[in-house]
T-cell receptor
């Protein structure tokens, strides 16, 4: 079983919908990252969090350390949000190495 | 503002050939990483470096070597390419492990 599990694997939404992508992990962590990979292949960092909630524009990331769970929310989704969203954790025992989920492919249709 | 730059972006190799992928960052980051991305799998760490002159093995180091002679550059070498090394390779860097990571655009490598 993967230490970092994302759900759903694939998600299709209509423009304007509220979207939630989930990340569950089974290990102790010191930080969690949300990344975005566009069809062109480049990866950008969206959030890094170790507790609570962060917001940037239409994106919101939350984490519940006790439940070992994080969510990425997109409000008022737009076709340009179509991408793969990747969750990655920095395990307490791994020093400087991230462990990645497999990613969630999001498609937002106009 | 270049950030993290990988070269080349695409490459086709024949089995047994060698090549070097270059990762360069202009942010004075200490930590640098090489990952590979394969369909149906998350990014997997090949090798990493916690500072100039240091390297360490990741999850999937076999068949690869690395060097970090200068702080800004992290080189990934394939001495004798195999079809199993067909993948997309990403370099990343960060100031510390628990800070934002910056990724290169990726190198698509095909070994035939």
């Amino acid at each position: 079983k993967n230490e970092v599990e994302q759900s759903p694997q694939n998600l299709t939404a209509q423009e304007g919908e509220f979207i939630t992508i989930n990340c569950s992990y089974s290990v102790g962590i010191s930080a969690l990252h949300w990344l975005q990979q566009h069809p062109g292949g480049g990866i950008v960092s969206l959030f890094m969090l170790s507790s609570g909630k962060k917001k940037h524009g239409r994106l919101i990331a939350t984490i519940n350390i006790q439940e070992k769970h994080s969510s990425l929310h997109i409000t008022a989704s737009h076709p340009r949000d179509s991408a793969v969203y990747i969750c990655a954790v920095l395990k307490e025992t791994s020093g400087s190495r991230l462990t990645f989920g497999e990613g969630t492919q999001l498609t937002v249709n106009p | 503002n270049a950030g993290v730059t990988q070269t080349p972006k695409f490459r086709v190799l024949k089995t047994g050939q060698s090549m070097t992928l270059l990762c360069a960052q202009d942010m004075n980051h200490e930590y640098m990483y090489w990952y590979r991305q394969d369909p149906g799998m998350g990014l997997r760490l090949i090798h990493y470096s916690v500072g100039e002159g240091t390297t360490a093995k990741g999850e999937v180091p076999d068949g690869y070597n690395v060097s970090r002679l200068k702080k800004q550059n992290f080189l990934l070498g394939l001495e004798s390419a195999a079809p199993s090394q067909t993948s997309v390779y990403f370099c990343a860097s960060s100031w510390k492990p628990n800070t934002e990571a910056f990724f290169g655009q990726g190198t698509r490598l095909t070994v035939v």
